[in-house]
């Protein structure tokens, strides 16, 4: 945990050192003296005045800053002449100074991202299972195919292909199959409503088509329940053939009905790459407690299985069929593997195999990476990959203002540290990737224009030269300590979520 926290901040205050160097330079550009450079926050460790700037370095590594003259009004330094003050300078010239704060992050971000593509290439999109009957099955598609490109456009990662199959239009494939390239077409399917339902203390057994809910008829609209079933609540199940099931509602997750092509990626193997416990590495997982594990999706499957007590039920209704239904493991069980050519049982505790599915690398990845034709290539769809996380990235800033995305969907400093530390546990290309991930989300929500971040002064200057009135500095000021605040608020929000989800 500590080594986390080392990396965490260190990766932290690299990116932050380049948001602020971006409003420096264009601080330096416009003649607007810069008081202090700081890296690290809290009280000094080594400092040396410049011309007009003294660089420090503070004792705590979390970020850093630039102290423009000017900026704090309520302390002005008089010693400063007014035309290398900050709120004297034009709106044009203040919009582009905190501007290029968050440009210089979405920079930062591109280039990792381009060395990332450069360096090791990138992660092959591959098939793992196809549900029988879907439109991949009936297109011919196989388990192990890559896909290559989609409607003619090379695929980086799987959003280009998520987006193609929610506009319902038909799909132009090319997958390599056995060194060989396959052109595919396929029209993808409209899937009901969906709905994952965890039940605690169950009577009954659930039948194939579901009838009713709480004895009203069910005409399969799970998300119009959404506001009628609560947590901890109790919930009667009626089927076609008769059988009911009740308990204690525990999770209720409905999903707007989407199209879909019916696969699976190959996100892991069921074979460890460590040491654990009774297990060791080259073990292929064959069964967990009758379960059988061959692809990733029968991990995460199991996955979820391990978080529910025996007397929970996981069941998955699709419209209004039953598509699966399971309880969680009891605290024991046994676990089918094969090893060094021969099979074997071992009797593992429900914690080791949630410890082992919780260490990040243990089990092995389910695709290769594949590289360009060149360097140059490389660095182009490097480019693409890193536009594409951008968008992604504000289309998800903006659905939290329109209600399309929850707050606690975030994660915080100490989420941050997680994270970071199994990056660290899978290799430098992840620790890369997560660096230029966290540099491109730096400027994107620093681009929010809200108090206290650069998006908040870019529209006050914006406004300025719109209405060639200047606000009340005074006005200003408080509005940013407000928001300043306010953000605390957040940030402090966030950090109460990280803890619940870590403990």
Partial sequence: MVLSIIYFLLILTGIVVVHEFGHY????????????????????????????????????????????????????????????????????????????????????????????????????????????????????????????????????????????????????????????????????????????????????????????????????????????????????????????????LLTYSPTEERYAMGIYYANFKPLLTTDFGQFREGDRLLSVNGMKTDTSYDLTTMSQLLSLKSNELLIQLTGKETTFAKYGF?????????????????????????????????????????????????VGLGVQWANNLLFTMVKVVGSLFTGGASINEFTGPIGLVTIVGQAVSLGLRIVLFLAGFISLNLGVINLIPFPALDGGRMLLALLEMITRRKLDPKIEGLINVIGFMILMGFMIYITFIDIGRWL
């Fill in 25 to 248: 330079l264009f601080s330096r550009l416009f003649g607007v003296r810069v008081i202090e450079f700081a890296i690290g926050m809290g009280p000094k460790l080594w400092s040396k005045k410049g011309k007009n700037t003294t660089f420090r370095i503070n004792a705590f590594p979390i970020g850093g800053y630039v102290r423009p003259a000017g900026e704090d009004l309520d302390n002005i330094d008089s010693s400063v002449p007014a035309n290398e003050q900050i709120q004297n300078k034009p709106a044009w010239q203040r919009f582009i100074i905190y501007f290029s704060g968050p440009a210089f992050s979405i920079l930062l971000g591109f280039l990792i991202l381009s060395l990332v593509a450069v360096v090791w290439g990138f992660q092959e999109v591959k098939i793992d299972k196809i549900e029988p009957g879907s439109p991949a099955a009936i297109s011919g598609m196989m388990p192990g195919d890559r896909i290559v490109t989609v409607n003619g456009k090379t695929l980086i990662d799987n959003t280009r292909l998520s987006e193609a199959i929610a506009t319902g239009d038909r799909i132009d494939l090319v997958v390599l199959r056995d060194g060989k390239e396959v052109e595919i077409s396929l029209l993808p399917e409209l899937l009901p409503q969906e709905a994952f339902i965890v039940i605690g203390n169950t009577t009954g057994e659930p039948g194939a088509v579901l009838s009713s809910i709480n004895g009203a008829a069910f005409n399969g609209d799970y998300v119009g329940y959404s506001g009628v079933l609560s947590p901890e609540s109790t919930v009667r199940l009626g089927f076609s053939d008769g059988t009911t099931l009740s308990g204690t």
């Fill in 330 to 378: 009891p605290e024991e069980f046994v676990v089918s593997i094969e090893r060094e050519g021969q099979i074997m049982e071992l009797t593992v505790s429900k914690n080791e195999m949630i410890a082992l599915v919780a260490e990040a690398g243990a089990f092995a990845q389910g695709s290769d990476y594949w590289y360009p034709d060149s360097a140059l290539k490389a």
